[in-house]
């Protein structure tokens, strides 16, 4: 079993195009190749397969990076199945996590949502789905700084706030809150009850 991101960009003609995907690329790379694991196509739209274990805080780095550019945010959809046919394109690689990541971008698109979930458990789904709108409430309206701290904070688990303050110039206290206004614990809390309910597929 697989987890297959499809996404798009919100905004992406009002904003350094250059800019917004070199960094969603520099990212990217980081776990995999393109396009066998990733494609960025059709300009703002992108592609991504990670495992199950992997997905939410895959989900979450895609989301400060891109928030924390000026007047952009991003749309995911997550599908969580098999992967029956693996092609060295993973936008021709198919099976049901792709179908319903597909599908359930366009459902997005239609009703606003800035993230959803599609497996083959609808009670699953159900809680999950309840979970991640929640969430995107706080997620959704992430300055770009808050953003910022939050992708490192994703990006390298042993990192220190001593060592964010150095890197963001700013006081640790000024971290500190920035984490507390985040709720970054509960991300934490959020990111293991996720695991906990997609291992029970």
Same mark, same amino acid.
């Given at each position: 079993m697989i987890a297959v991101i499809t996404g798009d960009i919100i905004n992406s003609q009002h904003a350094d195009t250059e *800019?917004? $995907?070199?960094?969603? #690329?520099n990212l990217l790379e980081n776990w995999g190749s393109s396009p066998l694991t990733w494609e960025i196509y059709r300009g703002d739209e992108f592609q991504f397969k990670c495992t199950i274990d992997e997905v939410f805080w895959c989900f979450l780095a895609i989301k400060s990076v891109i928030k924390s550019q000026e007047n952009l945010d991003v749309r995911m959809a997550i599908g969580i199945g098999e992967e029956n046919f693996s092609s060295d394109k993973i936008t021709e690689s198919n099976g049901t996590a792709y179908v319903y990541s597909g599908r359930l971008l366009n459902g997005l698109k239609s009703d606003g949502d800035t993230v959803a979930i599609k497996t083959s458990n609808e009670a699953v789904d159900r809680d999950l789905n309840m979970l991640l709108k929640w969430s995107s409430k706080d997620f959704d309206k992430w300055t770009m700084a808050t953003a910022e701290i939050i992708h490192e904070m994703i990006m390298n688990e042993d990192i220190t706030q001593e060592d964010l %303050? #150095? #890197?963001? %110039? $700013?006081? !640790?206290?000024? *971290?500190? !809150?920035?984490? &507390?206004? %985040?709720?970054?614990?509960? $991300?934490?809390?959020?990111? !293991?009850?996720?695991? &906990?309910? $997609?291992?029970?597929?």
């Open positions: *800019v917004w $995907i070199t960094k969603l #690329k %303050a #150095k #890197k963001f %110039a $700013i006081s !640790q206290s000024s *971290v500190s !809150q920035r984490l &507390k206004r %985040a709720n970054y614990d509960l $991300i934490i809390e959020t990111n !293991q009850y996720f695991r &906990k309910k $997609i291992s029970e597929l």
